[in-house]
């Protein structure tokens, strides 16, 4: 029988109970578990809730959500409660912190960057049914078939032209529902949308039309470099043709002939005596 030893644990810290080790970017389901009332660091008021992702891989992950009991704050809370399929009047209410444990929400996921390097942190609580729309995009259709012939055409009907620009706009939207929230929540912000609590299809719809207003307004200032591209020629060509038209010096009017005087009768003379 081994020997006891004798060890100091007065000093060893609890366990935090938290595993926030690296998963991969975007939505994942989660499990709400837990609600624990306390204070931040600087003393504000805090609900912390234990979510935990309900993917067999990732069961023994366990993510702090802090929603600070403050204004600029609530809306975290907030989020998370109509997650869960609560409501949040725009009064001041009562709410119950136990209200969204035991409930399942879609969380999204994003890496932490510099001395948290290698774990992941919950940007965002939403509705389960956000997932769904995940799954409900469309594959592309491979079957269809193109006509060799269509090059040879002299001639492009117009209305061909505009439904080629609807297939395109198509194509796009289909590639950007292949992106994750958390890719489509970047590509935003460097948009500067506010994506703030929006659904992935109506962020796809803003991205979609905010890079249309980007395209329209580069193709007007082309037309714009274009129209006054030929101002400048046209006054260029009105210069030229001003300068070879020289002005013929106007004629000089014919001098007349000097009148000449009539010739005078030839006088005689008389002899006086």
Known sequence: MAKK????????????????????????????????VGEAKDGTDMITYALVPTSPKYKTRRFPYYCKLQQNQLWKLRDLIVA???TVPKKVTNIDPDL????????????????????????GTYGIDILDDDN????????????????????????????????????E???????????LRKRAKGLGIDHAGVKKDDLIELILEEEADGEEED??????????????????????????E?????????????????????????KRR
């Open 5 to 36: 030893i004798r060890l100091d644990f007065s000093k060893v810290e609890e366990r935090s109970g938290w595993n926030t080790k690296e998963i991969p970017e975007g939505l994942h389901e989660m499990k709400v578990v837990a609600a624990e």
């Open 246 to 270: 020289e002005e013929e010096p106007p004629a000089k009017p014919a001098r007349k002939a000097p009148a000449r005087k009539p010739a005078s009768a030839p006088t005689r003379r008389v």
């Open 100 to 123: 969204p444990v035991g409930k399942l929400i879609a969380a999204e996921v994003s890496d932490e960057t510099g001395q948290y390097a290698g774990r992941s942190t919950v940007d």
């Open 219 to 244: 193709d007007d200032e082309d037309d714009l470099d274009d129209e006054d591209l030929d101002d400048e020629e046209l006054e260029d060509e009105e210069f030229e043709d001003d300068e070879d």
């Open 84 to 86: 869960t399929g609560g």
């Open 136 to 171: 409900d995009g469309e594959e592309p259709d491979d079957d269809e078939e193109y006509d060799d012939e269509a090059d040879e055409a002299d001639e492009v009907d117009e209305d061909e032209v505009d439904d080629e620009d609807e297939e395109d706009e198509e194509d």
């Open 173 to 183: 939207e289909e590639d950007l529902s292949g992106l994750t929230i958390g890719e």
